[in-house]
């Protein structure tokens, strides 16, 4: 039997509603990360995590988060969720079924990288794009620095 582990939350009835994510624990890690760790040790747990990216590289996040220069601002977080690769539609599943985690994904990753937050359009008229657009409307985040 596979463990879904990315795509844990596709089949969840409303698993797009915050109620229903808070409800699995969604949001636990976030708090853990602004309550009780620093960024260094957000940055080594992502390093030994082993989690890579989800581009054709794939390449290590903790490696890419080390590379970032230490007191240059402005910088800028994009979620590039634009589904350029066809027929792959990967974005599109995690937009729809889990926006909250990728939400999630994005605000935990700002501490450790300290940049204002945007996330990229993706392609008008998706289904997903609403549920975005929704589980997002918070404000932007500025660099405290």
Known sequence: MQTKVLLHNVGVPDSHQIETYIGQGGYSTLERVLKELQPAQVVEIVSNSGLRGRGGAGFPTGRKWMFLPKGVYPRYL???????????????????????????????????????????RETAGSPSAPRIRLASVMPSWQADR
């Not at 979620?79 to 605000?107: Q, Y």
């Open 78 to 120: 994009v979620c590039n969720a634009d589904e350029g690769e066809p027929g792959t539609f990967k974005d599109r599943v995690l937009m729809e079924h889990d926006p909250h985690g990728v939400i999630e994904g994005i605000v935990i990753s700002r501490p450790s990288n300290p940049a204002s937050a945007r996330s990229s």
